[in-house]
């Protein structure tokens, strides 16, 4: 089974320029996230969508950062104006089964990042 | 204040060494699910374990252990006779019933193997 695809793997933007990553979930699975892991910390949940809904943006900085998952299956991360503090790891994540009454905690499986430098 | 604390930055050991990485988490919540993730140099997250609030037997799969106290709140992972291919950082992450399925990690802890 593919594991969840994420490109580009690598990008070296100036500040105030814009970025936009992409991802394809494990086949079937319900729900994505998107990550930011800062060199050092733990990831940081940016998005998290079911199907093509949003279930949680709390976190993401909508004043630069926009998501959006088309059709329920690939999604987009965009940062635009990108600023150095942006400088992290972006990790795309999917699970098998959407929001429900029943909570599961699913196991997440994680694709292996696109790394942005800003400078 | 954090949901899930990793107090060792880093571990260095030698090749055949036992490491034993802690992990403190903290939830109001009765139903949770506790994960330990591996992340080699190469930046992928890899899945090692999930355990649910409601079962505290440990386990054991090859050189990994887990140690899973409710009385303390920790999570506990230890790997017995260390090998190079297992130096990586590992996270501790809990995913909460209220919280929905997602992931609050902890800051993880690098563990450096040395031959």
């Known amino acids: 089974e593919a594991g969840v695809a994420q490109s580009p793997r690598y990008k070296i933007i100036e500040k105030r320029q814009s970025v936009a990553f992409w991802c394809n979930p494990i086949s079937g699975h319900a729900t994505l996230y998107w990550y930011q892991q800062i060199l050092g910390q733990g990831p940081k949940l940016l998005i998290q969508f079911q199907n093509n809904g949003v279930v949680d943006d709390s976190q993401l900085p909508k004043d630069r950062f926009s998501a959006e998952r088309l059709k329920g299956v690939d999604s987009t991360l965009k940062i635009q104006p990108a600023k150095l503090e942006d400088s992290a790891v972006y990790l795309c994540?999917?699970?098998?089964?959407?929001?429900?009454?029943?909570?599961?905690?699913?196991?997440?499986?994680f694709g292996e990042g696109s790394w942005l430098t800003v400078v | 204040a954090q949901k899930v604390t990793q107090a060792q930055t880093e571990i260095s050991v030698v090749e055949k060494e036992d490491v034993t990485l802690d992990c403190v988490y903290e939830?109001?919540?009765?139903?949770?699910?506790l994960f330990w993730y591996k992340q080699p140099p190469s930046g992928e997250l890899v899945f090692l374990i999930r355990?649910?609030?409601?079962?505290?037997q440990n386990e054991i799969s090859g050189r990994y252990s887990w140690n899973f106290q409710k009385s303390t709140s920790s999570f506990n992972f230890t790997i017995t006779a260390s090998q190079v291919v297992d130096s990586a950082v590992y996270f501790c992450a809990l995913s909460e019933r209220t919280a929905g399925n997602k992931l609050t990690f902890g800051g993880g802890t690098r563990v450096l193997v040395k031959p």
């Open positions: 939830t109001r919540d009765t139903t949770y699910y």
């Open positions: 994540a999917s699970s098998p089964n959407g929001q429900g009454v029943l909570f599961q905690g699913n196991t997440i499986y």
């Open positions: 355990r649910n609030s409601f079962d505290e």
